[in-house]
């Protein structure tokens, strides 16, 4: 009798784009390696991936930024057995186009995707419904005082969504859906039947609408702060969270411990040039 093997958990962290609204911090460096607190703000996301036990993550850059992310990132979790990939966004089109770029990555598996400029204070919310993922797709919403800035869930009694438009004029409701999702692997080939909207680009609506309409899309609500760190009064709103809330010191101790001994290594380094010269 042949034996069915478990699908298991993949990651990807989306931290492409331009980040045009953060220039001129954003003409040499990622957005996503800009500080926030006391690490990168690539830090945040991965820490939830790492939280719900994901061992292999890529990272999805921009052409310019295709190395960065991995030499910063892989030779700190390569002995804790967290296995960091980098794959390249040629032209920002649309967040689906994630699953596509990472189809070999993805393999058979199911997949969590988190954007790389969200930063979540409820990161075990996320983080749990991650381990208990079985099928289907997962979303996450946050009551916002402006919903028209997002795509926007409507739920019934139950708490079952009911509907999701993106940006509407007249929101349903005040849940916005948030830049963190998992789907199983039916994503990948649903991702390829999405053609682009009126601005151009493929919409993480559409999919969320695709598992919807097969009665498949589950979601949760979020408690603490929620924020898109992409302009400057955003990222310096992060940056003041991540210290009032001691966001770092909530993180998992894998990545704590991965911290310290590369600031060890670096101290290190730093030593050796000196006695160099």
């Not at 988190?114 to 930063?119: E, M, Q, R, S, V």
């Not at 010191?249 to 000196?274: P, W, Y």
């Amino acid at each position: 009798m042949s034996m069915t093997k478990a699908k298991e958990m993949k990651g990807i962290i989306l931290a492409g784009g331009n980040a045009t609204r953060l220039y001129p911090c954003t003409a040499q460096i990622s957005k996503q390696m800009l500080p926030v607190y006391k690490v990168p703000m690539i830090f945040y996301p991965l820490n939830i991936l790492i939280k719900a036990g994901i061992k292999d993550i890529l990272i999805i850059v921009s052409p310019p930024h295709s190395g960065r992310f991995v030499n910063l990132l892989e030779p700190m979790f390569r002995d804790v057995g967290i296995r960091i990939l980098s794959g390249v966004q040629e032209i920002p089109s649309g967040i689906p186009e994630a699953f596509t770029i990472g189809e070999g990555f993805i393999g058979d598996d199911n997949v969590t995707l988190i954007l790389g400029d969200n930063i979540f204070e409820d990161t075990d919310t996320i983080a749990t419904a991650i381990k208990n993922f079985d099928k289907g797709g997962h979303v996450f919403a946050k009551e916002v005082k402006d919903p028209e800035r997002f795509g926007v869930a409507t739920v019934d009694k139950n708490n079952i969504v009911t509907n999701i438009v993106e940006k509407p004029e007249n929101p349903e409701s005040n849940l916005a859906v948030t830049g963190a999702y998992i789907y199983d692997n039916t994503v990948v080939a649903a991702s390829k039947t999405i053609v682009p909207s009126g601005r151009g680009e493929l919409e993480i609506v559409d999919l969320h609408n695709f598992y919807l309409q097969k009665g498949e899309l589950n979601l949760s609500k979020l408690e603490g702060a929620y924020l898109d760190a992409g302009t400057p009064d955003a990222y310096l709103d992060a940056c003041n969270l991540a210290r009032d809330h001691k966001l770092y010191d909530n993180f998992d101790s894998i990545i704590q411990s991965a911290v310290e001994q590369g600031r060890d290594r670096f101290k290190m380094q730093a030593k050796n040039m000196l006695y160099k010269k």
